[in-house]
T-cell receptor, first 114, second 114 residues
């Protein structure tokens, strides 16, 4: 079975500071990993995904994430936070089951302090 | 943005009444999904469809049924709504349903069952 754990339901950073949102996964087979962002009163939007190949994945809006198999992690980072980054972020996992069934973490709400 | 609409966007109903939520897409994607979002749980899959009249259960399917008579429409029905079904419901679509496919989300429907 696959699952995702997001450490920290709320994270606050100052504008211009590093953003680090943590995601650890559990999977018995090689995973596919996703980060989605949800702005207030909107649906989810894909930030980036890891499937195969390069373990450092770049996404939209300056975000990136690194797949670390030894640590079973896929943490999301951004060097400099912007006010517009305030949102809820979800990590999700899928595996080679032949179906696109995503398992989501419980989410991390990011607050950016001016 | 992917062409996905959900209706209604907000609904308040009473326990025991039937409720149908509609998801409509203009992308001609094969796969469609219904999720519910609850605080502390992230998103959980209710049902999904892999073609017209082809559907399958997700993680939290009890109390829900779905139908897909046309490629563009996917209906979620609560036969007899309960307060535990108060939630925000999201529809999503993906082109082929592969494990690495991106899922595109609609704007959501907020359902309150009194």
């Amino acid at each position: 079975a696959q699952s995702v754990t997001q450490l920290g339901s709320h994270v606050s950073v100052s504008e211009g500071a590093l953003v680090l949102l943590r995601c650890n996964y559990s999977s018995s087979v090689p995973p596919y990993l996703f980060w989605y962002v949800q702005y207030p009163n909107q649906g989810l939007q894909l930030l980036l995904k890891y499937t195969t190949g390069a373990t450092l994945v770049k996404g939209i809006n300056g975000f990136e994430a690194e797949f670390k198999k030894s640590e079973t992690s896929f943490h999301l980072t951004k060097p400099s936070a912007h006010m517009s980054d305030a949102a809820e972020y979800f990590c999700a996992v899928n595996t080679q089951t032949g179906a696109n069934n995503l398992f989501f973490g419980t989410g991390t709400r990011l607050t950016v302090i001016p | 943005d992917a062409g996905i609409t959900q209706s209604p966007r907000h609904k308040v109903t009473e326990t025991g009444t039937p409720v149908t939520l509609r998801c409509h897409q203009t992308e001609n994607h094969r796969y469609m999904y219904w999720y519910r979002q609850d605080p502390g749980h992230g998103l959980r899959l209710i049902h999904y469809s892999y073609g017209v009249k082809d559907t399958d259960k997700g993680e939290v399917s009890d109390g829900y049924s779905v139908s897909r008579s046309k490629t563009e429409d996917f209906l979620l029905t609560l036969e007899s709504a309960t307060s535990s079904q108060t939630s925000v419901y999201f529809c999503a679509i993906s082109p082929q349903g592969g494990e690495t496919d991106t899922q595109y989300f609609g704007p959501g429907t907020r359902l309150t069952v009194l």
